[in-house]
């Protein structure tokens, strides 16, 4: 095994110095964040944001508050679709809704919702199974301008196709067009998909529980975790679930290693659909 370069090593110290400095003054904590993944972007705000070292890009974070948003920019960045692995979708259509519709009232969480996508997809698959006037959705990120911009409902028109094939794949009742406006190369989805949506501020690293949910979709979010952290998320999800409530994750996680592991039970195990025991 070949040793790291003393000029890596020095990288690794800037980094963690720069995780703490983040962590101490703004209160973001991506201290047990999967070092290659997190090494990986800062690598790039680094060179994007013009900095010839970390510890440099550590001194504007400190004394620039307008740094902030822009490395934020850079650490929660995930590329995401709507209906993003159609067979997911479908599997809450049809397996998960017959569940839900048993309950008079629903509440629905996007854990990490970037720019709304997944949020946009939750809220049209439950408008077409006549779920949504009784659904109060979630949708929380770290990044207030993802937030934003997942408020705003607004993508850009390149990007349709593919949302409508997805949604197609996924088992839609209608026509995506049906929910939105195109104009200037962009889309703009109906306002009255957010009429039922919360969106707010959350970590999974650092905040707690804050509702009782009846599904939890928290997807390719925390393959960034290290297994610590993963098992901080997976706690928090499994006290934030009502009895016999749902938990969706991303393609490539799993439950399987995870502490938690026996408060849930597999649901529909190909798509990371997976079932709070009832204890």
């Not at 720019?115 to 009784?134: C, H, M």
């Not at 979630?138 to 990007?159: H, K, M, P, V």
Request: proline residues 3%.
């Amino acid at each position: 095994m070949t040793a790291p370069h003393p000029s890596e090593k020095i990288e690794d110290i800037e980094i963690r110095l720069l995780l703490e400095a983040l962590f101490l003054k703004y209160h973001y904590d991506f201290r047990n964040y999967a070092m290659a993944s997190i090494k990986r972007r800062l690598k790039q705000a680094r060179e994007q944001l013009g900095f010839a070292t970390f510890s440099a890009l550590q001194e504007s974070l400190l004394h620039d508050p307008a740094m902030l948003p822009r490395l934020l920019g850079f650490l929660t960045v995930q590329v995401s679709e709507m209906f993003r692995d159609p067979t997911y979708f479908k599997a809450i259509r049809e397996k998960v809704v017959p569940h839900l519709r048993t309950y008079p009232s629903l509440k629905v969480w996007i854990a990490g919702c970037s720019g709304g996508e997944e949020l946009y997809s939750l809220a049209i698959l439950f408008r077409e199974e006549g779920l949504e006037d009784r659904t109060l959705f979630y949708a929380t990120d770290i990044n207030q301008d993802a937030l934003n911009a997942a408020e705003s409902g607004i993508f850009s028109l390149d990007r349709v196709p593919l949302f409508t094939e997805n949604h197609r794949r996924s088992g839609g009742l209608s026509s995506l067009s049906d929910y939105y406006q195109a104009a200037y190369g962009r889309v703009s989805f109906d306002k009255s998909l957010r009429r039922n949506v919360v969106f707010s501020d959350h970590s999974l690293v650092t905040d707690a529980v804050f509702g009782e949910m009846h599904l939890i979709s928290c997807r390719n979010v925390m393959i960034y975790f290290d297994r610590d952290l993963q098992d901080r998320a997976l706690g928090l999800f499994k006290d934030s679930l009502a009895r016999k409530g749902f938990l969706g994750l991303g393609a490539k996680e799993s439950l399987r290693f995870s502490r938690h592991a026996g408060a849930f039970a597999d649901f529909v195990r190909e798509d990371r659909i997976y079932q709070r025991r009832d204890e």
